[in-house]
C-alpha cells in the first residue's frame, strides 16, 4: 500500500558528497516524520536525520554539521545531503517515514525503504 524507494548511494572516497533520496507512493493520506538510518554489518541500526513534516530536524551525533536532511512534501521525498564522508560512514542507508493512509487516516504506521548502500573508502 506504500512504498518507499531509496537512491543515490553509491561508493565514494573519503571528504566526498552524497545525496541520497527516498520518494514515498502509495495510498498516502499524510507523511508525518521522515527519516534516514543506517546499518553496517554486525552493527545496530542508528538514527542518521529525522524532519518533521513542519521542518525541524534532529541529527544523529556523528552525523551533525556534515549532513542535511530535508524533505519536498509535494513529491512525499525526503534527501539526505552527505559531505565530508568518512570510512566510518559505510553503511546501508535506510528511508523511514511515519504514513497516515486513505484506509485508516486515524492511525499512523511506520515504513521502511529497502536500503541504499553507501562505501566510503579510497
Known amino acids: 500500500q506504500v512504498q518507499l524507494v531509496e537512491s543515490g548511494g553509491g561508493l565514494v572516497q573519503p571528504g566526498g558528497s552524497l545525496r541520497l533520496s527516498c520518494a514515498a507512493s502509495?495510498?498516502?493520506?499524510?507523511?508525518?516524520?521522515m527519516g534516514w538510518y543506517r546499518q553496517a554489518p554486525g552493527k545496530q541500526r542508528e538514527l542518521v536525520a529525522v524532519?518533521?513534516?513542519?521542518?525541524?530536524?534532529n541529527y544523529g551525533d556523528s552525523v551533525k554539521d556534515r549532513f542535511t536532511i530535508s524533505r519536498d512534501n509535494a513529491k512525499n521525498t525526503v534527501y539526505l545531503q552527505m559531505n565530508s564522508l568518512k570510512p566510518e560512514d559505510t553503511a546501508v542507508y535506510s528511508c523511514?517515514?511515519?504514513?497516515?493512509?486513505?484506509?485508516?487516516?486515524?492511525?499512523?504506521?511506520?515504513?521502511w525503504g529497502q536500503g541504499t548502500q553507501v562505501t566510503v573508502s579510497s
Open positions: 524532519v518533521t513534516r513542519g521542518g525541524s530536524t
Open positions: 523511514n517515514a511515519d504514513v497516515r493512509t486513505y484506509d485508516s487516516p486515524w492511525r499512523r504506521k511506520d515504513y
Open positions: 502509495g495510498s498516502i493520506f499524510s507523511i508525518n516524520d
